[in-house]
């Protein structure tokens, strides 16, 4: 069974690139992010051609992010994250298929850091680490997949010294990025290829793709019991490379069947 994970940077703009990508690879499970278009502009009807049965969560312009089942119709468990009954952004989408639970994530960027969007980043993080430790006590496989917006370690950027005072690399990020996964989770790829340059994401500018200047911050946290059914992973770099792409790749991970 593979699990993609795919932050397509505008369902809309980019639904060619979605739709060749689901055709030339068929992963079983999808979470998508920053879908950038509200519930109502969300293009159901493509994706159900496509072979893929649906759930979103939309907001206009801005975040949003989805699931996708190609055997059955994933089940929204909740569709916000816990902790803040203000925040309104479409940001978490959990669900049970295929007999595992998963969440798509696209968690805030932060910047510009310090500041207020820092300050929201950094207490998200937080009602992540307290909502995925209700998760734990769980015996169903757990997969968190998504853009986390945070590189977590020097291995995981293309020069680093460049990224210091970044809100995607900021001490406090990777600080608190590590307590998460000291609950009990474990960082999939890094897992799997401990001493591997691994990339997800590439700059639009300053020809950063064609120069594998890129970062590794689309993720897919596991739980023990998912773990114990995780055989490899992978990045489908040349997703990248494509016309009127996302500066993201489609990231996906290879399981038992439950």
Same mark, same amino acid.
């Given at each position: 069974?593979? /699990?993609?994970?795919?932050?397509?940077?505008?369902?809309?703009?980019?639904?060619?690139?979605?739709?060749?990508?689901?055709? !030339?690879? @068929?992963?079983?499970?999808?979470?998508?992010?920053?879908?950038?278009?509200?519930?109502?502009?969300?293009? !159901?009807?493509? %994706?159900?051609? @496509?072979?893929? #049965?649906?759930? &979103?969560?939309? #907001?206009?312009?801005?975040?949003?992010?989805? /699931?996708?089942?190609?055997?059955?119709?994933?089940?929204?468990?909740?569709?916000?994250?816990?902790?803040?009954?203000?925040?309104?952004? *479409?940001?978490?989408?959990? @669900?049970?298929?295929?007999?595992?639970?998963?969440?798509?994530?696209?968690?805030?960027?932060?910047?510009? =850091?310090?500041?207020?969007?820092?300050?929201?980043?950094? *207490? &998200? /993080?937080? $009602?992540?680490? @307290?909502?995925?430790?209700?998760?734990?006590?769980?015996?169903? +496989?757990?997969?968190?997949?998504?853009?986390?917006?945070? /590189? +977590?370690?020097?291995?995981?950027?293309?020069? +680093?010294?460049? &990224?210091?005072?970044?809100?995607?690399?900021?001490?406090?990020?990777?600080?608190?990025?590590?307590?998460? %996964?000291?609950?009990? &989770?474990?960082?999939?790829?890094?897992?799997?290829? +401990?001493?591997?340059?691994?990339?997800?994401?590439?700059?639009?500018?300053?020809? =950063?793709?064609?120069?594998?200047?890129?970062?590794?911050?689309?993720?897919?946290?596991?739980?023990?019991?998912?773990?114990?059914?995780?055989?490899?992973?992978?990045?489908?770099?040349?997703? $990248?490379?494509?016309?009127?792409?996302?500066?993201?790749?489609?990231?996906? %991970?290879?399981?038992?069947?439950?």
């Amino acid at each position: 069974m593979r /699990i993609a994970t795919y932050n397509v940077n505008s369902i809309n703009a980019r639904l060619p690139v979605l739709l060749r990508w689901l055709n !030339e690879t @068929a992963p079983d499970i999808v979470c998508l992010q920053e879908l950038k278009a509200p519930d109502e502009k969300f293009p !159901e009807d493509a %994706i159900l051609n @496509a072979g893929y #049965q649906p759930i &979103w969560k939309g #907001q206009k312009s801005w975040n949003g992010v989805a /699931i996708l089942s190609r055997h059955e119709k994933p089940q929204a468990i909740i569709s916000t994250l816990p902790g803040d009954p203000e925040d309104l952004h *479409s940001r978490y989408l959990e @669900a049970e298929t295929n007999g595992i639970i998963i969440g798509s994530i696209y968690l805030p960027n932060g910047n510009p =850091a310090p500041g207020p969007k820092f300050d929201y980043k950094l *207490s &998200w /993080i937080q $009602r992540f680490i @307290a909502h995925t430790k209700t998760l734990m006590n769980t015996a169903k +496989p757990v997969i968190l997949a998504g853009d986390y917006n945070i /590189i +977590p370690g020097d291995e995981d950027v293309y020069k +680093p010294e460049s &990224w210091v005072g970044d809100a995607l690399f900021r001490t406090e990020v990777k600080e608190a990025f590590k307590q998460l %996964i000291s609950t009990g &989770w474990t960082d999939a790829l890094r897992h799997l290829y +401990p001493h591997e340059t691994i990339y997800t994401y590439w700059d639009y500018f300053r020809n =950063a793709f064609d120069r594998n200047a890129g970062l590794r911050i689309d993720h897919f946290l596991v739980n023990p019991a998912a773990l114990s059914l995780l055989k490899s992973g992978g990045v489908d770099v040349q997703v $990248r490379g494509w016309e009127k792409t996302s500066d993201h790749a489609p990231v996906w %991970i290879e399981m038992k069947k439950v």
